[in-house]
């Protein structure tokens, strides 16, 4: 397993743009399927995005298709989320994952995950 930390969440106003980090320890970071997840208060944990371990392939939840993108940096153990055109229903607690499994998309599939890191977006 890895250990993940994440960084960069914060408060923007509607049509803002944040970019969110989450930083790896462990020999295996670069072997791992790489997801954010995020979860609003009453809601379940959704999907929000996946990358491959060698990022030849993203997947991407609908409702952020073509305003977020994920990314990764093996060199640094670190993936990476942009978020652009933000709206309040983007706000919740953004959580990164990693996965052995290649193309994992579901949280069960998640042997990782960070502590979160909160994203309010104002109207």
């Known amino acids: 397993q890895v250990q993940l930390v994440e960084s960069g969440g914060g408060l923007v106003q509607t049509g803002g743009s944040l970019r969110l980090s989450c930083a790896a320890s462990g020999r295996t970071f670069s072997s791992n399927t790489m997801a954010w997840f995020r979860q609003a208060p009453g809601k379940e944990r959704e999907f929000v995005a996946s990358?491959?371990?060698?990022?030849?392939?993203?997947y991407y939840a609908d409702f952020v298709k073509g305003r977020f993108t994920i990314s990764r940096d093996n060199a640094k153990n670190t993936a990476y989320l942009q978020m652009n055109s933000l709206k309040p229903e983007d706000t919740a607690v953004y959580y990164c994952a990693a996965s052995v499994q290649y193309g994992s998309r579901s949280a069960p599939d998640f042997g990782s995950w960070g502590q979160g890191t909160q994203v309010t977006v104002s109207s």
């Open positions: 990358i491959s371990w060698s990022a030849s392939s993203t």
